[in-house]
């Protein structure tokens, strides 16, 4: 039980159609984190939010939009996606200051 | 380019043998290491850290060694059970940055 929680756990959409992923997180931390894993590449970090501020936006195209409405939840809105954006999408969380980040189990996306 | 490199993709290892996984950065500016474990289906789950002040650290079987000027980590499993098997994730980060970069993880199979 990480205390991360994510859904859909798969989502399967259409380059034209607009879906969101959501995030949830039991542990009381205060900052949330989007990361993106394709294939055969390593976890990027995508934006970072410290007590529901984005502090992050690692060059994310602007068809990725976040939303941040409390320390709790955390959402990723997708609309016009690429095949190329299908991935492994990964909420995390953690205290400030703290270096330990908590991952949830992850949305897998395919775009098509 | 890669700033933290896992070359080994994948590891087999005879249960009650060591499992010695291997990660090297480039960035010296890096001073916080971390390891992560991942089971399919599910997030990666912190395991062990290291912070460049130390050059070892250990929690129970698991033992993170760094050699900062080879700009070198490891971790080291004794003895290994066949339930680590896994992805093992290392990532670094900079002083007071939660920014952390990611290796492209090693699979070990240990084998009963």
């Known amino acids: 039980e990480t205390g991360v929680t994510q859904t859909p756990r798969h989502l399967v959409m259409g380059m034209t159609n607009k879906k969101s992923l959501k995030c949830e997180q039991h542990l009381g931390h205060n900052a949330m984190y989007w990361y993106k894993q394709s294939a055969k590449k390593p976890l990027e970090l995508m934006f970072v939010?410290?007590?529901?501020?984005?502090?992050e936006n690692n060059s994310v195209p602007s068809r990725f939009s976040p939303e941040c409405p409390n320390s709790s939840h955390l959402f990723l809105h997708l609309h016009t996606l690429q095949p190329e954006d299908s991935a492994l999408y990964l909420c995390a969380s953690s205290r400030e200051g703290a270096y330990e980040q908590y991952f949830g189990p992850g949305t897998r996306l395919t775009v098509t | 380019d890669q700033q933290v490199k896992q070359n080994s993709p994948s590891l087999s290892v005879q249960e009650g043998r060591i499992s010695i996984l291997n990660c090297d950065y480039t960035n010296s500016m890096f001073d916080y290491f971390l390891w992560y474990k991942k089971y399919p289906a599910e997030g990666p789950t912190f395991l062990i850290s290291i912070s460049s002040i130390k050059d070892k650290n250990e929690d129970g079987r698991f033992t993170v060694f760094l050699n900062k000027s080879a700009k070198h980590l490891s971790l080291h499993i004794v003895p290994s059970q066949p339930g680590d098997s896994a992805v093992y994730f290392c990532?670094?980060?900079?002083?007071?940055?939660?920014?952390?970069?990611f290796g492209t993880g090693t699979r070990l199979k240990v084998l009963a």
């Open positions: 939010y410290n007590f529901k501020e984005q502090t």
């Open positions: 990532a670094a980060s900079g002083t007071g940055t939660y920014k952390y970069i």
